[in-house]
């Protein structure tokens, strides 16, 4: 079998692909890529924390970058949290 990703060759019972590290879509996988990113009360609930305080849109954002259900939540969270960095930051400063 072929990962999907780059196109290595990967062993039939492989969980992770050797060449880029992916999680390999085969079946009886322990990582299937099927799924759904953050709820939508959890995601409204990570953008409020991340108003009030960015390093929580920091952190989740990072971490959902590692998961391929999450990529686009977590870019928006990142979004948001620089954001937000940058009006406290100006705010800190009195700019």
Known sequence: MYCRFCGKEVKDKAIVCTGCGRPVDAPGSLL???GKGWSWPAMAGLIVATFFFPPVGLVFGFRGLLDERKKVQAAVLLTVAVF????MLAIVLGL
């Open 84 to 87: 937000m960095s940058l009006l």
């Open 32 to 34: 299937p890529l099927t």
